[in-house]
């Protein structure tokens, strides 16, 4: 199949290992999905300590079980990108600890209180929701089946995101402020997790042509816009003088661009923002450790793991 | 030792409620604190694959913890005074599960999990017939999930075991815990414990878990070719635990290690800060 073709027929579910597609069309897809499989491992690394800093039990069962459900999230998109014979999964996974694999901005921020937990957890991945539930409709089969299983398990994760916000808006004083904080902390690189507009976006069009991708960046972030300002505001969050955002007369919110930092955005986009390198080699770090133990399993030629996989459907 | 009669919760003697409340943290505390050291494997695990079942693991746990801690409603604790609020020094856990890992050691993670999932399924057993309702209830369930704790244990101690560096690390994990799994069969006090059995709470005495334990975990880490502390133990008599072979301090008397302190530190760090007086309940029923 060429390209002319790949684009005429582009659409829902359309393409499937089954098709003869064109390199550009398979490497573009597989840049997307180790993206957001990269996402998955990169936003569980950055939840993991609050599986043990959660203040009850219920909390860190939730969190567990959250962070659990990114690892098989990964999984299963790592499986989706490899169907389409660009790179491996473990390819992936050691440019992801090499600091060669991308993956969503605000996993590049450290997170160090409780507080700022239902900013990943409520913002973050209701934003993400957005994005994820057009991509059921992507071209590339694989991905989108692998979105259906996602987008359940995402539903779960926005509500206990959402229920961590309403309890500590509800909370002592003290809660509430540090919870206001976090949220003015964290507010601009929610706005920044669609990335830049279209106008100035690197891959969209191929992407958007071949049905790769459903939506535009400027649409799923107005309409995130259009549901989270009040949300936020529903739970008692003041919206932050900067970025300055407004109404337009159709009564959608505008955000002034140049208030956001798209310098620090695009540092992060290439790996070189400090935090986030830290968080790369935190879990580069981690991976070593265990390095021995995949040798071991490797020379005895045994699949890894000790059960069929998880998340497997 | 029991006289098979079942003890009203609605009506129990001070005796009763002590030996109740000893019982309930050892089993909530081993659970608790071990669940908390397993999820420091998540997103660090060897693979994928062994992250998604060593979380499922942490999560049984958990679970398990919720459940006993829940028995002790009975007796007036709830989770505040049960972990948040609690005094470090009066947890019941056994040293073994408060240990950190020391970093990548997988083969710590795979053995402390087969030598306290053994103790577990026993402990369990003499369970089954508990003279407490509520604990004789929860049995069940948990030992259709303890199950498959065992057999990932198992089928990984068989696979390390299989190379050369994954026996030496296994060695030197069995040498560390060891003394510390031993804990697991200690009183948390003497005259409480023999009340504990004699009031038929739980139907064997420590040592009788203990001298089963020994039986089937010496021969099966030998089989594997590893060399077991102490392994004279099986004299004329059979198995047992004796005082020598255990570690300074013991858990279940409230003595711990310091690694226990900074975990404990660790965990109620958000509670603390946020100054909360109790902790959220999402599920009313455990």
Redesign the interface.
């Known amino acids: 199949m060429d390209i002319e073709e790949v684009k005429e027929r582009a659409g829902p579910r359309e393409f499937s290992p089954a098709d003869d597609l064109p390199e550009e069309y398979r490497k573009a897809a597989t840049r997307m999905i180790e993206f957001h499989a990269n996402s998955e491992?990169m936003g569980?690394?950055l939840e993991?300590p609050f599986?043990?800093?959660?203040?009850?039990?219920?909390?860190?069962?939730?969190f567990?079980?959250k962070?659990?459900d990114e690892?098989?999230h990964?999984?299963l998109l790592?499986r989706a990108a490899e169907t389409l014979g660009v790179k491996t999964r473990e390819e992936m996974l050691d440019d992801l600890a090499n600091g060669k694999g991308k993956f969503l901005n605000c996993f590049h921020y450290p997170m160090t209180?409780?507080?700022e937990t239902p900013m990943v957890a409520f913002f973050v991945d209701g934003a993400a929701m957005r994005r994820q539930a057009t991509l059921r409709r992507t071209s590339w089969e694989p991905y989108a089946h692998a979105m259906d299983k996602v987008c359940f398990e995402e539903g779960f994760h926005v509500k206990h995101g959402e229920?961590i916000l309403r309890?500590?808006m509800n909370?002592?004083r003290?809660?509430q402020q540090?919870t206001q904080e976090a949220f003015e902390e964290w507010w601009p690189r929610i706005i920044q997790f669609f990335g830049p507009t279209d106008d100035k976006s690197t891959h969209h069009d191929f992407a958007a042509s071949v049905g790769l991708k459903q939506k535009s960046n400027d649409e799923l972030r107005q309409a995130f816009l259009d549901q989270y300002v009040p949300k936020a505001r529903k739970y008692g969050l003041e919206i932050p003088d900067y970025p300055r955002i407004h109404k337009n007369d159709e009564g959608r919110w505008v955000v002034e661009e140049d208030d956001l930092d798209w310098d620090e955005f695009f540092t992060i986009a290439k790996n070189e923002y400090e935090p986030g390198v830290g968080q790369i080699d935190g879990?580069k770090h981690?991976?070593?450790?265990?390095?021995?133990?995949?040798?071991?399993?490797e020379?005895?030629n045994?699949p890894?793991?000790?059960?069929p996989?998880?998340?497997a459907d | 030792m029991s006289t098979g009669e079942m003890l009203d919760p609605e009506d129990l003697d001070e005796r009763e409620r002590t030996a109740l409340e000893h019982l309930g943290k050892r089993l909530g505390d081993d659970e608790f604190v071990l669940a908390e050291r397993y999820t420091e494997w998540q997103v660090r695990s060897p693979s994928l694959e062994s992250d998604l079942a060593l979380s499922n693991i942490a999560q049984d746990e958990l679970g398990h913890a919720r459940l006993w801690y829940d028995v002790l409603d009975d007796v007036g604790l709830d989770e505040e005074e049960l972990v948040y609020e609690r005094d470090p020094d009066t947890f019941r856990h056994s040293t073994l599960v408060e240990q950190p890992f020391p970093e990548g050691d997988w083969a710590d993670a795979i053995l402390r999990s087969y030598l306290y999932d053994i103790a577990e399924k026993l402990r369990l057993e003499a369970l089954e017939q508990s003279s407490y309702p509520k604990i004789a209830d929860r049995v069940g369930k948990i030992q259709g999930e303890e199950e498959y704790h065992l057999e990932h244990a198992q089928n990984w101690l068989e696979r390390l075991a299989d190379g050369e560096d994954g026996t030496g690390r296994l060695q030197e994990a069995l040498d560390r815990l060891f003394p510390h799994a031993l804990t697991l069969f200690e009183p948390t006090d003497p005259d409480v414990e023999e009340d504990i059995v004699e009031l038929g709470l739980r139907t064997a005495t420590l040592p009788e878990l203990g001298e089963e334990w020994l039986s089937i975990v010496l021969p099966f880490l030998e089989s594997l070719d590893l060399d077991v502390p102490e392994s004279g133990l099986a004299d004329a008599d059979g198995y047992a635990v004796t005082g020598e072979m255990l570690p300074a301090v013991r858990g279940r008397d409230g003595s711990h290690t310091e690694s226990w302190d900074d975990l404990f530190a660790d965990l109620t760090h958000t509670y603390r800060e946020l100054e909360r007086d109790r902790p959220t309940k999402i599920m009313e029923q455990p």
Do not use: C, F
Request: glycine share 8%.
């Open positions: 491992i569980a690394y993991r599986i043990r800093q959660a203040p009850s039990i219920d909390r860190k069962l939730a567990s079980a962070v659990q690892i098989g990964g999984q790592y209180e409780y507080v229920d309890t500590l909370g002592s003290k809660e540090l879990r981690a991976q070593e450790a265990v390095q021995w133990v995949r040798d071991t399993i020379a005895d045994v890894a793991g000790g059960q996989p998880q998340a």
